[in-house]
């Protein structure tokens, strides 16, 4: 075949042969210098403002989400890794978080535990014990509560500690239970379904998922994450209604399992 019909090579096919790129460009009243200067910005602004979710995207190819734990949490606002956002509480603990949920600002704003019981376990609004106030809460928008994840932490004597005051993780979540969560007297039922140990960042935490019923029938579904620094317990508590956990349950107990020691 005659050199016309050969088929140029990619940079050819792009920029043309020697010179006409340069040509084509003084035709445009620009230069070359300045053609790739203003693609850059663009290209900058682009990744800058996360244009068409590109950065998020791009960010999403790191494995195992490495990318929610190389930015800064704020960042993670803009752009989101995967679809999740992550959030670092009180300089003690992190967490990530489902990137369409929104922060209870009331929580935010006042910073004190009114209502979380509420939220973790539909009771009637009481006043939060003294030491203990609820550091952060998310929960999907326009929702009704009954999806939410919390964290509240509490003050603890000198002498505490998870596994010698607590006792091992399947004892602990029994008496977790029966005490706070479904004690004979409130009339619901609770049921463990599981209780784990593990390390994550820099300590253990327990880890237990139980079901609860409501005098009222209503059963939901929770999974709680517990550990303790510095004389405080954080306590994370995911929570959905039973009857959408087959749905939501997965990604809800990734949230639980998000959260550790910063």
């Not at 090579?9 to 300045?34: N, V």
């Not at 960042?75 to 003690?92: E, S």
């Not at 300590?203 to 059963?219: D, H, N, Q, T």
């Not at 306590?235 to 997965?250: F, H, I, N, R, Y």
Request: a neutral charge; aromatic letters at 10%; charged letters at 25%.
């Amino acid at each position: 075949p005659g050199a016309e019909d050969q088929q140029p090579d990619p940079l050819t096919y792009l920029f043309g042969k020697p010179g006409e790129l340069d040509r084509d460009l003084a035709m445009m009243g620009t230069s070359r210098r300045r053609f790739f200067t203003i693609n850059l910005v663009a290209f900058l602004f682009a990744l800058g403002g996360n244009f068409l979710g590109v950065t998020s995207l791009l960010l999403s190819l790191l494995p195992d989400r490495q990318a929610l734990y190389l930015l800064p949490p704020e960042l993670t606002l803009f752009y989101p890794v995967d679809g999740w956002k992550r959030y670092v509480g009180d300089g003690a603990y992190e967490l990530i978080y489902p990137r369409e949920w929104l922060q209870d600002q009331a929580v935010t704003f006042a910073n004190t535990a009114k209502g979380s019981e509420d939220r973790v376990l539909s009771m009637p609004r009481k006043r939060a014990a003294p030491g203990v106030q609820t550091s952060v809460a998310f929960g999907p928008p326009q929702g009704d509560s009954s999806e939410n994840v919390s964290v509240v932490r509490s003050k603890l004597p000198p002498t505490f500690s998870l596994r010698g005051t607590l006792g091992d993780p399947q004892v602990a979540a029994q008496r977790l239970l029966d005490s706070a969560i479904a004690p004979k007297e409130s009339g619901k039922q609770a049921t463990l379904i599981r209780a784990v140990a593990e390390q994550r960042g820099k300590g253990e935490v327990y880890e237990f998922e139980y079901a609860v019923r409501l005098p009222s029938g209503k059963e939901l579904h929770s999974v709680c994450a517990i550990f303790d620094r510095d004389g405080v317990l954080y306590t994370l508590t995911v929570l959905c209604p039973e009857a959408k956990w087959a749905d939501k349950g997965a990604r809800l107990s990734e949230v639980a399992r998000s959260f550790r020691m910063a």
